[in-house]
């Protein structure tokens, strides 16, 4: 049997601003509110999955974590250099500007969180 993710909620204070910003980070594309489930921001990541931002009260954050190639990774930083959005190489410190060169998973690794507190990692061989 195959087992694939096919999507997952991120709460958030805000799903739209939420949605927005990961999408202008990650060079993915934002459509808006699901045209059947309004309260539902979805970012379609790739074929297989979507991240569908919910607002909630008391939003808790999550870590998401995904694999990029090289040239995606650089483009990340570069979008977040541009925006100013800090970064880090440890998920303690995701605001320290530095990128690891020494990631357990892959070559390169950096973390950068959201208003919700919701934790993004990119990892990149």
Do not use: C
């Not at 790739?46 to 009260?57: E, M, P, S």
């Amino acid at each position: 049997m195959t087992i694939t993710l096919n999507h997952t909620i991120v709460t958030a204070a805000d799903n739209d601003e939420a949605a927005r910003f990961f999408a202008g980070v990650m060079g993915l594309t934002y459509a808006g509110p699901h045209p059947h489930a309004r309260h539902f921001v979805p970012i379609k990541v790739n074929d297989g999955l979507t991240l569908d931002f919910l607002t909630v009260a008391y939003p808790q954050g999550h870590h998401l974590a995904f694999d990029v190639d090289a040239a995606t990774f650089d483009a990340v930083v570069d979008r977040l250099d541009a925006r100013e959005i800090p970064y880090g190489d440890q998920p303690a410190h995701p605001d320290n500007g530095r990128i690891d060169t020494a990631h357990p998973l892959g070559a390169r690794g950096l973390y950068f969180s959201d208003s919700s507190g919701n934790l993004y990692e990119l990892i990149s061989s």
